[in-house]
């Protein structure tokens, strides 16, 4: 079975500092790795994916992620932030067909942009 | 704008009503999935749809019913419920169930309340 940890329920930060939301993630098959981040009153819109290839992955909204196999982590990371990317962020995993593929989601971080 | 369209964005129902959920995507998706979202919880899935049919349904009560009339519209069927049934309700799609980390597409959810 996975599991997905999210260490920070929330994370204060000012405009244009950096951020690095942290995800660990626990499986005993390979998985599949997603940030979705939630806006208020709207669905989840994904913001990165990993499935294969190179650990650096790239994202909308200048957000990238970096997966450590060695640690099982995915954190997400963005330079420099902006008042509009206060939002909830899920960390989600799939797996390669134990779960049907189905998402295992962490518990979420707030992350909260002051000016 | 959302490719997943989830109609009606806001609902409130007594008890001893029977409403709709409706949710449509034009992505050529066989996969489709309804989510319960309490406030400040990840999405709880509730229900999956491959190619029309149901593949999971996460031991949720008999007064949800879902319907999948064909491969693009997906319903969730309300009668009787409890105020703690309360949430945003949310749709997703994906190209198929668990198809090698393809990620699913969220609307924007129905926000219910039951009196």
């Known amino acids: 079975a996975q599991s997905v940890t999210q260490l920070d329920s929330q994370v204060p930060v000012f405009e244009e500092a950096p951020v690095e939301l942290r995800c660990n993630y626990s499986?005993?098959?390979?998985?599949?790795l997603f940030w979705y981040v939630q806006y208020p009153n709207q669905g989840l819109q994904l913001l990165l994916k990993?499935?294969?290839?190179?650990?650096l992955v790239k994202g909308i909204n200048g957000f990238e992620a970096e997966f450590n196999k060695s640690q099982t982590s995915f954190h997400l990371r963005k330079p420099s932030v902006h008042i509009s990317d206060t939002a909830e962020y899920f960390c989600?995993?799939?797996?390669?067909?134990?779960?049907?593929?189905?998402?295992?989601f962490g518990k979420g971080t707030k992350l909260s942009v002051k000016p | 704008d959302t490719e997943v369209t989830q109609t009606p964005k806001h609902l409130v129902m007594g008890m001893t009503n029977k409403k709709s959920l409706k949710c449509e995507q034009h992505?050529?998706?066989?996969?489709m999935y309804w989510y319960k979202q309490k406030a400040k919880k990840p999405p709880e899935l509730m229900f999956v749809?491959?190619?029309?049919?149901?593949?999971i349904n996460e031991s949720v009560p008999s007064r949800f019913s879902p319907e999948c009339p064909n491969s693009s519209l997906l319903n969730l069927h309300l009668h009787a419920l409890q105020p703690e049934d309360s949430a945003l309700y949310l749709c997703?799609?994906?190209?198929?169930?668990?198809?090698?980390?393809?990620?699913?597409?969220f609307g924007d959810g129905t926000r219910l309340s039951i009196l």
């Open positions: 992505m050529g998706h066989r996969a």
């Open positions: 749809y491959s190619y029309e049919k149901l593949s």
């Open positions: 989600a995993v799939s797996d390669y067909g134990g779960s049907q593929g189905n998402l295992i």
């Open positions: 499986s005993s098959v390979s998985v599949y």
């Open positions: 990993y499935l294969s290839g190179s650990t």
């Open positions: 997703a799609s994906s190209p198929g169930q668990g198809s090698f980390g393809q990620p699913q597409h």
